[in-house]
């Protein structure tokens, strides 16, 4: 099947975006696709916010997005906008990091108002950057994911239903994308 690289967007190593993401990636891999997460909280602070193009690990998150087929880019909404984590992440990336490839954009957040953070914030970055096929997102509410005291997740009915159709259509775009060559 397809390489799937999953983009946790979150600033803390306990949120409930990255354990969400985590959780995701599980579906996908039971669908037969090779996922690897990459935790952008993870990459030096000095490397994203000095711009340093070279720093290996910029280095390595780029070449993980040029062997993905597909990507899944989740972050928690801040102030109606994707995480600056992200964002510093993104501007990294070429100009055409997305090209021929199918994207899934995923947000978290505490209230609704929120909800559309991901079409008019986060797709149009991703849209820039070359997707060939961006699928529609999800917004899940923060009230919506629990974290037991196992550690283990729990997403409420009807988050978890819509969460699994989306991811379901997600794999299904993922064999019909065609590869394109990057632009310039």
Do not use: C
């Amino acid at each position: 099947m397809a390489t799937v690289l999953s983009v946790s967007g979150s600033p803390s190593a306990s949120s409930r975006t990255n354990r969400l993401l985590r959780h995701l990636d599980d579906r996908l891999v039971a669908q037969g696709h090779e996922v690897t997460p990459l935790d952008v909280r993870t990459i030096p602070a000095e490397a994203l916010l000095g711009a340093d193009f070279r720093h290996p690990a910029i280095v390595g998150a780029t070449e993980l997005f040029a062997r993905a087929d597909g990507v899944v880019v989740g972050t928690p909404v801040y102030k109606a906008s994707y995480s600056g984590v992200l964002k510093a992440l993104l501007d990294l990336l070429p100009q055409y990091a997305l090209a021929g490839k199918t994207v899934l954009p995923l947000a978290t957040g505490g209230s609704t108002a929120h909800v559309l953070a991901i079409d008019y914030a986060l797709r149009p970055v991703l849209s820039s950057m070359g997707a060939a096929h961006i699928v529609q997102g999800w917004f899940t509410l923060d009230k919506d994911i629990t974290v037991r005291d196992d550690g283990s997740l729990a997403v409420a009915a009807p988050a978890d239903q819509a969460l699994s159709q989306v991811v379901d259509r997600f794999s299904a775009a993922l064999g019909r994308t065609p590869v394109l060559a990057a632009a310039g």
